[in-house]
């Protein structure tokens, strides 16, 4: 089997070779995965916001 087809994007922008081993939320009816808990912490907060970019990602976990 191809690596390369298990690698999924995070919404922050990195490749995650291990998909379940991250934070995810479901956005518009499909599962997006985050490279840290407080990405998923503000996503949360304002989900829309995150995803058009309105909002910062965190630097730094909490």
């Not at 922050?12 to 518009?28: F, N």
């Amino acid at each position: 089997m191809d690596e390369q087809a298990n690698i999924i994007e995070s919404v922050c922008g990195g490749a995650l070779t291990d998909p379940e081993k991250y934070p995810s939320a479901e956005y518009h009816g499909e599962r997006v995965y985050f490279c840290t808990r407080a990405c998923l912490r503000v996503f949360l907060e304002n989900p829309d916001g995150f995803m058009n970019g309105e909002v910062d990602h965190p630097t730094e976990e909490e």
